[in-house]
């Protein structure tokens, strides 16, 4: 029975902690403008995080190690410090885009300016990590965010034409005055939204904090395999809301009002309410895991002590480089940038900084040192490597369609 509620819990939390700013903004930006021609993208993209996940899931319940250190140890830290520094320069960009999502979130409740929310936002965050527990703070966000399945209710309301969804999800290509690199930036911006790599190094150091062993691959891989495709199911409930209501009265998706307006047209201010609710915990959550992401990418790799299971006398420099990066992510927002901008910018960048993230974890599931008898199989290294091109091809091409498209516009 405890094991039933543990993947019961676990699958809800992946649910609802999948959806962050930016899988919630770039898939209603999408849907505004292309509809639901790129629904493909947000499948691909759920598939390969859930590989990616349940290979780091299984390295750190099997060897007791989190993904940096296994980047260290198997690379050494002069190559490993290439991934460190492209990893924790990305995953900084998104805890400044989830704290200015949070005061965006609170705006929009409030009606108070989002930069006097950014400080109550990022506070919150510290004290949060300061002092609630490990599975506390992963649960309560996520099961909170399931608010967000109110966009699913939305588009039911909304009576949608399913023929017309259908279709759209059928025709890979642009539509209207879109061009074709304009759809390519945003297919490679969605892919990075879905196989953001901080999610796998909390998900990874997650399994360290609570002591995963070979036990508990099975809970392990319940959470990924059926959470995360649920949670991809929201994220493409996002985009057809926005298909539905706002790419007709060609309305393109700039701010968080807009994200929200098929809701409030489907469910009224009910429905508002229960989005809003969503929008903070989901973007609160991954503040979190951002931020916890950043203290364990430098600890591990450096070798210092770190968790939420030690007290923050005994993990203090792991503790303090989450103070430094959420100051740092406040200074950024108080230059008055749009948080839009930067979580868009945040997800480019996950999908230029995937491979080197991939790449050691796939190497290290087919090594028996750390993994013994449990390496990928046949079919799971066949679709690894085919993710591997993928991967690559979008890391290749994302900045310079990011030039070329003017960042989509």
Not at 122 to 128: D, E, I, K, S
Not at 164 to 186: K, M, N, V
Request: with cysteine.
């Amino acid at each position: 029975m405890k094991k039933c509620l543990a993947v019961a819990l676990g699958i809800l939390t992946a649910i609802g902690g999948f959806v962050d700013i930016g899988d919630l903004v770039t898939n209603a930006v999408v849907g505004s403008r292309f509809g639901m021609s790129l629904a493909w993208v947000v499948v691909v993209g759920v598939v390969g995080i859930c590989l990616f996940a349940n290979m780091s899931a299984r390295v750190a319940a099997l060897s007791g190690a989190a993904t940096f250190e296994v980047i260290r140890e198997r690379l050494g830290p002069r190559a490993g410090v290439a991934n460190l520094a492209a990893s924790m320069f990305m995953t900084l960009m998104t805890l400044t885009a989830e704290i200015g999502g949070v005061a965006l979130a609170l705006q929009l409740a409030s009606g108070v300016s989002e930069f006097a929310w950014i400080p109550v936002a990022a506070l919150a965050v510290w004290l949060v990590l300061w002092r609630v527990k490990f599975q506390v703070l992963e649960n309560v966000a996520g099961l909170f965010g399931l608010c967000l399945i109110v966009f699913a209710v939305a588009l039911f309301l909304l009576g949608p034409d399913w023929g017309e969804l259908t279709d759209q999800a059928t025709h890979i290509g642009p539509r209207g005055e879109e061009t074709s690199l304009t759809y390519w930036y945003y297919a490679v911006a969605l892919f990075g939204a879905a196989m953001t790599p901080y999610e796998v190094f909390f998900f990874s150091s997650g399994a360290v904090e609570e002591r995963w062993t070979r036990r508990d691959l099975g809970v392990a891989r319940a959470n990924v395999l059926i959470g995360f495709p649920l949670g991809g199911l929201l994220s493409l409930a996002i985009a057809a809301c926005a298909a539905t209501f706002l790419l007709p009265q060609a309305i393109a998706v700039t701010s968080l009002p807009q994200v929200v307006m098929p809701v409030v047209e489907g469910g009224g201010r009910i429905a508002l309410a229960v989005a809003i609710i969503g929008i903070v915990a989901a973007t609160f959550g991954a503040a979190l895991e951002t931020a916890l992401s950043l203290g364990y990418s430098l600890a591990q790799f450096s070798g210092w002590s770190w968790g939420k299971s030690h007290r923050p006398t005994e993990a203090a420099r792991f503790h303090l480089t989450m103070i430094i990066c959420i100051v740092i992510a406040v200074l950024v927002l108080a230059t008055g940038v749009d948080p839009i901008l930067v979580t868009e910018f945040s997800v480019v960048f996950s999908a230029v900084a995937l491979p080197l993230t991939y790449l050691p974890i796939l190497i290290v599931a087919n090594d028996p040192l750390y993994v013994g008898s449990e390496t990928n199989g046949r079919l799971v290294n066949g679709l690894a490597m085919v993710y591997l091109v993928i991967i690559c091809v979008a890391a290749v091409a994302a900045i310079p369609l990011l030039v070329l498209t003017g960042a989509g516009s």
